[in-house]
């Protein structure tokens, strides 16, 4: 069986002013330094990613995230942040699609598909999102939904493509809900989003995929999450502001 590394992405959201962001970052800094078969990524809010910038720079196991950016390399935009903006401040990945992108920027599959690739092109690793909501989900159209948001997400990239992108399956109505998919729910939706992705790219890419599991993930139910074969890692929002939580988290996903 192929060896996927566990990779702890933290979705900060619209949250921490810049000395909040210190604060958290050096209390985490101070536990975290030591796991070394974890990715850890932290996505703070574009205003506070200079300040974590400085104090990731000596540091090797946690990298910089940005939670969106805009297609265009520049240009009158007013208001957004593209690709080139982020790496200048040594981002390394991006959060792409999430569910509160689609719901409140209306941003759909297309424009998934277009910041992907400008993330791509730009040498950043997008994470990039996808998820029903309660109604697709109580209705059993739960995979149709994947498989479309799979399919247009990622239209018109290959294998090299897929190799340097990470997917996050975040139920909707897992989010920010205290709601969690049940260990085997997610198992079973992880499992068709890799078999979807077969059809799509190679049998080997779409095994090589890490898949993260997104949605009211916390210490308690970490580890179950974490111990299931298709979950490659976990996405957090809440949890991951508080230090001791999400570094309780990341021990989770380390290897026993
Ligand atoms: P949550 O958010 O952990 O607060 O549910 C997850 C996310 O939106 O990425």
Not at 9 to 37: P, S
Not at 220 to 246: M, T
Request: negative net charge.
């Amino acid at each position: 069986m192929i060896y996927r590394k566990k990779i702890i992405a933290g979705n900060w959201k619209m949250n921490k002013t810049q000395a909040e962001a210190r604060v958290l970052v050096e209390d985490l800094l101070r536990e975290i330094g030591k796991f070394d078969d974890v990715e850890i990524v932290l996505c703070p809010p574009f205003t506070a990613l200079s300040a974590v910038s400085e104090l990731l720079s000596s540091v090797s196991n946690v990298r910089l995230g940005a939670q969106n950016l805009h297609e265009a390399p520049s240009g009158a935009f007013t208001g957004e942040i593209s690709a080139g903006m982020l790496r200048d401040l040594y981002v390394r990945y991006v959060i792409i699609g999430h569910s509160e992108r689609r719901q409140y920027f209306h941003e759909d599959n297309a424009t998934v598909n277009r910041k992907t690739k400008a993330a791509l092109q730009a040498e950043l690793r997008p994470i990039v999102c996808v998820g029903e909501t309660l109604p697709e989900r109580e209705a059993d159209k739960w995979k149709d939904i994947l498989e479309t948001q799979l399919r247009d997400g990622l239209a018109g990239f290959g294998d090299k493509e897929l190799a340097d992108i990470i997917l996050a399956y975040e139920p909707v109505w897992a989010i920010g809900t205290g709601r969690t998919a049940s260990p085997a729910q997610a198992e079973e939706a992880h499992q068709w989003i890799r078999k979807v992705l077969g059809t799509h790219f190679s049998p080997a890419a779409a095994e090589r995929i890490r898949i993260q599991y997104g949605g009211s993930v916390k210490p308690e139910n970490a580890k179950e999450l974490l111990s299931k074969p298709d979950i490659d890692g976990a996405l957090v929002g809440g949890a991951s502001l508080d230090a001791r939580g999400f570094t309780a988290i990341i021990k989770n996903a380390c290897l026993d």
